[in-house]
């Protein structure tokens, strides 16, 4: 039951991560904003890193144990993908209301249950069964409700970023789970938020070269920018702990996390003031019944 509580932490935090991330990219450069928010990120896990190769930090959920060149391979591999994940996310949402963006988002634990019944052999019981259905169901009322708003799901192409980041997603979290099978939560965390900024340092590096419009891009500075960072950090660390029970189940633990929709849709309606609300109101309440039911088959 840990595992889920866990995993019920880190959606609350990743609620707030999500509106953070609304704010700085608010009339900012996408490539800038991100390149920020992984330097951030390394600067949050780098000190544990340090702090165990130096001996002062010994044992314990803070520890960074040594790995060899082919955990690093793996890790950098990580990188990579949660990076693709996250370039089509901030384009996607920055163009996007936050109250469309999280319940699209919410769609990418479908896609990791099917992951988890092919490749993990993982078996949902009844309870588990009709959240995910639920959340099924929401989907489709989603994208009713939202071309009240001119937005189309099967031509606007910021929606069809965020569905790509969700697919990458989809496929971080599976890869999350085979990772967890061996490694510690805190090596993973620290050292693939070091490979992220490494490689957003290039792209921001290439495009500022290669694009004059990048280059004309200017960075308004928020003290939402280094929040985003904090909390995702904080979100993973529960997700990463989660995952590392023996017990937990990949396919429940990604589901709990999509219910952050829940969060970031109370910021969108009481801090950014999005419209439509009593439409999306109805696609949350079925997220929320979905996640009940989620922990009813957890406990």
Not at 94 to 119: E, N
Not at 161 to 184: N, P, T, W
Not at 220 to 235: E, H, K, N, V
Not at 238 to 267: N, P, T
């Amino acid at each position: 039951m840990m595992w889920a509580l866990l995993a019920f932490m880190s959606a609350a935090l990743l609620g707030c991560y999500d509106f953070f991330k609304k704010v700085s990219l608010k009339d900012n450069s996408v490539i800038a904003v991100l390149f920020l928010n992984t330097l951030f990120s390394a600067l949050l896990f780098s000190p544990f890193i340090i702090l165990s190769r130096a001996g002062v930090i010994a044992s314990g959920p803070l520890y960074v144990p040594s790995a060899g060149l082919h955990t690093h391979m793996l890790l950098l591999l990580k990188a990579v993908i949660v990076l693709s994940s996250w370039l089509c996310g901030y384009i996607g949402i920055k163009h996007l209301p936050i109250t469309i963006v999280s319940p699209i988002q919410a769609t990418r634990p479908v896609l990791v249950l099917l992951g988890a019944l092919l490749l993990f052999g993982e078996s949902l019981n009844g309870y588990q069964w009709t959240g995910v259905v639920i959340a099924i169901v929401s989907v489709f009322m989603l994208s009713n409700s939202s071309r009240r708003e001119g937005i189309d799901f099967a031509s606007n192409r910021w929606v069809a970023f965020v569905a790509m980041a969700a697919l990458l997603g989809a496929v971080s979290a599976l890869y999350d789970k085979y990772l967890m099978r061996s490694l510690e939560p805190i090596l993973v965390q620290s050292w693939f938020n070091i490979y992220q900024c490494l490689l957003m340092g290039v792209i921001a590096v290439a495009l500022n070269a290669l694009s004059a419009e990048q280059r004309r891009r200017r960075l308004t500075w928020r003290w939402s920018i280094p929040m985003i960072s904090l909390f995702l950090g904080l979100a993973d660390f529960c997700y990463f702990s989660s995952l590392a029970q023996d017990d937990a189940l990949i396919a429940v633990v990604s589901m709990i996390r999509r219910g952050s929709v829940v969060v970031s849709f109370a910021f969108g309606a009481l801090v950014l003031h999005e419209k439509n609300l009593k439409h999306k109101a109805l696609d949350i309440v079925l997220i929320l019944i979905g996640l009940f039911f989620l922990y009813l088959g957890s406990k």
